[in-house]
C-alpha cells in the first residue's frame, strides 16, 4: 500500500476512533475535516469489512467460510485468554485490527470448540493460565493488567503513567529517500515528541527516546511509567536490543500491546500521527522539494512546538486544552517519587 492510500486510511479510522471517545460524530467530523455522511460510510465500510473495507480499491478476497487459518484461530483463543469480558463482536472488531478478518459468529464457533464460548468459561481458563504460570499482581501490577486489558478507553491517572511510542512511514521523500517519523505521546496530557531519521530500526528508536524525550521529561520532572509500543521489529524481538537497552535504562515499565497498530488500540498514535501528516507534511511536500533532512527536522520541531503550545485537543483530560496547558493546569496529579 503507498504512503497516499495509507495515510487516508489512518485519517479514517482515527474518525472513527475520536467520535467513540467523544461520544458525538458531529464533533469528531469538525475536527477531522469530514462531513457525517462520510463518517457513516467509513463505518459501514469498517464494520463489513474492518480496514481493508477502507481502502479505495480493495482487491482483498474474504476469508473463506469454515477455512480458518491456524494462526487466526491460535489468535481468537488469545484474545478469549487476554479479554474474557469481550464478546465474539468486540473480539472480531480487535481480530479486524490485527488484520485478521474475521465474523463474530466465526470467533464464537472456535470459541464453542474450545469451550471458551462464555464469559465465565473463558475467566475459568485465564485463571488456569494465571495459576499454572504462578503470576502474582500486585498494586503496580493490577494497573499494568488494566492498561492491558482496558484498550478501547485508555486509562491515564497522571502525565507520564502511560506514554506511547510509534515509527510512522513517510515514504520516499525527493532526493532525500525514505523517511520515518519517531513519535512520542503523552496519553493524559497529549504532549507530543517527533523526530525524523532516515531509519526505523532499534537502534534510532532508542536514540530518540534517549536524546530526544527522555531529557525533556527529566528536565521538567515528568516520569514514564508506563511505555507502550507494537510489536514492530524496533520496539520488540531479537532485532530491538537498542531500544531495550534504552527502556531499561530509564526504568521504564514496557508494555508491547498485541494488534496496537489497529484503530481500537492506536487510538493515540493513529490520531496525531495523522494530525501531523495533514497539517504538516502534506502541505510540505506539496510546496518544496527537499533534498536534505536537516531543513525537514527544523521545519517539523517549529511545527511541534505550535502544536504541544496552540492546539486546542479534544481528548478524555485535555477537554479542549493545549497540550502544555493540560500538562500544567495537571502537575498535582504525579505522584511525590522519594
Not at 495509507?6 to 461520544?23: F, H, M, P, T, W
Not at 464460548?117 to 488456569?128: D, F, G, P, V, Y
Not at 493515540?268 to 501528516?277: D, E, K, M, P, S
Amino acid at each position: 500500500m503507498n504512503n497516499r492510500s495509507n495515510g487516508d486510511i489512518r485519517s479514517k479510522l482515527a474518525l472513527l476512533q475520536l467520535a467513540k471517545e467523544l461520544g458525538s460524530i458531529s464533533r469528531a467530523c469538525d475536527i477531522m475535516g469530514y462531513s457525517r455522511d462520510s463518517y457513516y460510510r467509513f463505518k459501514k465500510q469498517y464494520e463489513s469489512a474492518g480496514e481493508q473495507g477502507l481502502r479505495n480499491l480493495s482487491r482483498r478476497k474474504p476469508a473463506i467460510k469454515n477455512r480458518v487459518p491456524p494462526e487466526v484461530e491460535a489468535q481468537v483463543i488469545e484474545i478469549a485468554l487476554d479479554y474474557p469480558n469481550y464478546g465474539q463482536a468486540r473480539a472480531a472488531e480487535l481480530l479486524t485490527a490485527r488484520g485478521c478478518t474475521i465474523s463474530p459468529s466465526g470467533v464464537r464457533a472456535i470459541w464453542v470448540r474450545h469451550n471458551l464460548e462464555t464469559k465465565q468459561n473463558r475467566l475459568l481458563a485465564l485463571k488456569s493460565a494465571m495459576k499454572q504460570r504462578q503470576q502474582g499482581v500486585d498494586d503496580q501490577g493490577a494497573h499494568l493488567h488494566e492498561i492491558k486489558q482496558d484498550q478501547m478507553g485508555l486509562e491515564c491517572r497522571y502525565p507520564g503513567d502511560v506514554v506511547v511510542q510509534d515509527t510512522f512511514s513517510l515514504g520516499d521523500v525527493a532526493e532525500v529517500g525514505r523517511l520515518y517519523q519517531h513519535s512520542f505521546i503523552d496519553a493524559y496530557s497529549q504532549v507530543a515528541h517527533a523526530w525524523v531519521t532516515t531509519s526505523n530500526d532499534s537502534e534510532h528508536a532508542g536514540q530518540f527516546l534517549l536524546e530526544h524525550v527522555a531529557p525533556w521529561y527529566k528536565e521538567r520532572g515528568l516520569p514514564m511509567d508506563n511505555l507502550l509500543t507494537d510489536k514492530g521489529a524496533e520496539f520488540f524481538g531479537s532485532k530491538s536490543k537498542a531500544f531495550q537497552g534504552a527502556v531499561a535504562y530509564l526504568g521504564c515499565n514496557h508494555i508491547h500491546m498485541r494488534a496496537y497498530n489497529g484503530p481500537v488500540v492506536n487510538g493515540i498514535g493513529a490520531r496525531f500521527q495523522t494530525l501531523v501528516w495533514n497539517e504538516f507534511y502534506e502541505p510540505l511536500f506539496k510546496t518544496k522539494r527537499f533534498d536534505d533532512v536537516g531543513e525537514i527536522q527544523q521545519r517539523l520541531q517549529e511545527w511541534m512546538a505550535k502544536y504541544n503550545q496552540q492546539f486546542a485537543i479534544a481528548g478524555r483530560y485535555t477537554l479542549g486544552k493545549t497540550p502544555l496547558e493540560t500538562l500544567e493546569i495537571s502537575q498535582h496529579l504525579i505522584p511525590k517519587r522519594d
